[in-house]
Every structure is written in structure tokens, then in C-alpha cells.
């Protein structure tokens, strides 16, 4: 046996395993409708404030991860592109629901009712994991039906 292949041994890679509280998030959102008969686009930009989010993924049989804790961004709230400040509370939907890691590049989170988000992972230490995901959420903008495009990046610390 060589030296390499018994250091190789001795490697042990990080776990996502734990709790995990989010110390900071960007996002940038292009909302895409129709309206009557226009076609629009409003992009916005921002970070998370007052964050108090905290992740506990498991290593159960299922993989599940449970959220709590809320976090505070702007979003579009008209077509004069007016924002509000709103709260958006890990409940419901975003509280729960499975992962699986592909890769030392690559997650998945599945949420109820909402499309798999596949995260690709950025930075991920045994204290730091760094995730950028892109995902489409529908919503209405004054009874406008709209498309949510929406990129973020994640940073999160072990408790």
C-alpha cells in the first residue's frame, strides 16, 4: 500500500447532516405576465434581512429536513414597480420535506407541492454551506397571472 492510498482513507468529507442557520441570502427575481394583451418584465434584486431561518436535515431512512424561522425580502407589488417588505415564514410548503446530495457540487430539496429545487453547491465545509438555486414560482401581480424566476444564493452555518 502506498502512503496516497492510506491518506485516501483517512479523508472524510463533510457532512450536511445538522442543523444549519442561514446567516445570509441574495436573490435576484424577473417576474414575466401578460397584460392586456403587453407583454412585461420586472426584475428585482436584494438580500435577506432580519433572517432567523434555521434548517435540521436528517439522515433518516427518508432524508427529511424540517425548517424554521422566517427571513424578510422586497418583492415587486405592482406595475409601477413599487416593492413591499414582506415576511416570507418557512411554513406550510417551504417547512418541510426530503433531500438527497448527487454529489460534492450538487442537492436537491423536495418541498410539497412545488418543483424539486436542485441546488448547485458553492462552498461546503464542515461549519459552511454555500448553495445558488434557480427555480419558477407562479403569482399574481393585481389579479395578473405571472411567472417568477428566481435565482438565490445561500449562506449557511452549522449549529
Do not use: R
Not at 17 to 32: A, M, P, Q
Not at 68 to 76: N, T
Not at 77 to 89: L, M
Not at 114 to 127: G, L, Q, R, S, Y
Request: hydrophobic residues 40%; aromatic residues 12%; contains cysteine.
Amino acid at each position: 500500500m502506498s502512503c496516497s492510498e492510506d491518506l485516501g482513507e483517512l479523508i472524510v468529507p463533510p457532512s450536511v447532516v445538522g442543523n444549519w442557520k442561514l446567516e445570509s441570502l441574495e436573490y435576484d427575481v424577473v417576474t414575466t405576465g401578460m397584460k392586456d394583451g403587453e407583454a412585461f418584465v420586472l426584475n428585482h434584486s436584494g438580500e435577506g434581512k432580519e433572517i432567523s431561518l434555521s434548517i435540521d436535515i436528517s439522515n433518516d431512512p427518508t432524508n427529511k429536513f424540517v425548517s424554521q424561522g422566517w427571513y424578510l425580502v422586497e418583492v415587486p407589488a405592482d406595475f409601477d414597480a413599487t416593492t413591499f417588505s414582506d415576511v416570507f415564514p418557512f411554513t406550510d410548503v417551504h417547512k418541510s420535506g426530503t433531500w438527497s446530495k448527487e454529489s460534492d457540487k450538487l442537492m436537491y430539496f423536495n418541498f410539497t407541492g412545488i418543483p424539486v429545487v436542485k441546488a448547485e453547491i458553492i462552498n461546503f465545509t464542515d461549519k459552511k454551506l454555500v448553495i445558488s438555486y434557480d427555480v419558477k414560482v407562479d403569482s399574481a401581480i393585481e389579479g395578473v397571472a405571472c411567472i417568477n424566476t428566481i435565482s438565490g444564493l445561500y449562506t449557511f452555518q452549522k449549529q
